[in-house]
């Protein structure tokens, strides 16, 4: 489907993406990594912006770049502000869906639908520039779905969107996925795409870091400590609790308020950790974890 076979890309003596194989099959897949990882450069190889400084890549068997045939095939939502200000958000997806080759008697059906599924139905007929910045989202998601395309790449999509537009966006994509289409996401945060696909890709300095599923890569944290921390007025008693438990390594009092807790296996800690809430009547203020999150994963693989 997309192939890249040691891709690299050179921004004069700056490199963008460095010696990348990797490929792209049908389904959601994540491109994850921190800001300037090379995640933007790959997208706009894959979608003929960018043409490869060394290496191959294709894109159902053919050269993506400056590619006309393979462009009504692809749907693209970019990072940027890719938008007309003076039109309304329904003259802005109406001239995408033109350019893709839409025929003129489906594109007013086609464009309506495609505002509908993306839920800018009453905003549609309002002016881009007085757009919030999820709407403008949602509306640059129009545009990239209305010709039904069959890959579908989406560079930082969630970035604006409220925690109900975030879900609703993923429920899109997922069902896009569903049809057999091939859905690449970018992000820098790993707990946002978490819930939309196990599949990820994890790019670190122009450099294709890991790829698979998330669950083996996130395997590779768990064999180093894992650490939770939890708010509770009743910190000190909470902390004596945890400490009795098999698999906590260590508990530490960060503040009068604040556990931290250290464990090899946080499968069973966080299985574990309802209960003894609920048996000793604990209240949690807060739950969060230091090491779940996108750079500590990157930290740790580095490190290993």
Not at 91 to 107: C, N, R
Not at 155 to 171: H, I, M, S, Y
Not at 287 to 301: H, K, M, R, T
Request: proline content about 5%.
């Amino acid at each position: 489907m997309i192939s890249l076979s040691h891709v690299s890309r050179w921004y004069g003596q700056v490199i963008g993406l460095n010696d990348v194989t990797c490929a792209f099959q049908p389904g959601l897949t994540a491109l994850l990594g921190p800001n300037g990882a090379g995640k933007s450069t790959m997208l706009k190889l894959i979608t003929g912006q960018l043409r490869p400084t060394t290496g191959s890549l294709s894109v159902y068997g053919e050269r993506p770049f400056a590619n006309p045939r393979l462009f009504s095939r692809l749907g693209y939502v970019p990072d940027t502000e890719g938008v007309y200000t003076e039109l309304t958000g329904r003259e802005f997806v109406t001239m995408l869906a033109a350019m893709a080759g839409l025929a003129g008697s489906d594109i007013d059906s086609r464009t309506a639908e495609a505002i509908e599924t993306v839920g800018m139905t009453r905003n549609a007929d309002r002016k881009i520039g007085g757009y919030s910045k999820g709407m403008r989202q949602r509306i640059k998601v129009a545009q990239a779905i209305v010709h039904d395309p069959d890959i579908l790449v989406l560079d930082e999509p969630l970035n604006g969107l409220d925690p109900v537009a975030r879900r609703e966006l993923a429920a899109l994509l997922q069902c896009q996925a569903d049809e057999g289409k091939t859905v690449i996401v970018s992000s820098h945060i790993l707990y946002e795409v978490e819930q939309m696909t196990s599949q990820i890709m994890l790019l670190h300095r122009s450099r294709l870091l890991a790829l698979g599923d998330i669950h083996e890569i996130r395997a590779l944290i768990d064999r180093h400590p894992h650490r939770i921390a939890i708010a509770s007025p009743q910190a000190r008693e909470l902390a004596k609790r945890l400490l009795d438990l098999p698999f906590v390594l260590s508990v530490r009092l960060e503040e009068a308020s604040i556990v931290e807790v250290e464990t090899r296996t946080p499968d069973a800690f966080y299985a574990r950790f309802p209960e003894i809430v609920l048996e000793g009547g604990f209240k949690i203020a807060a739950f969060d974890s230091p090491d779940n999150n996108l750079e500590s994963v990157f930290n740790y693989l580095i490190a290993g």
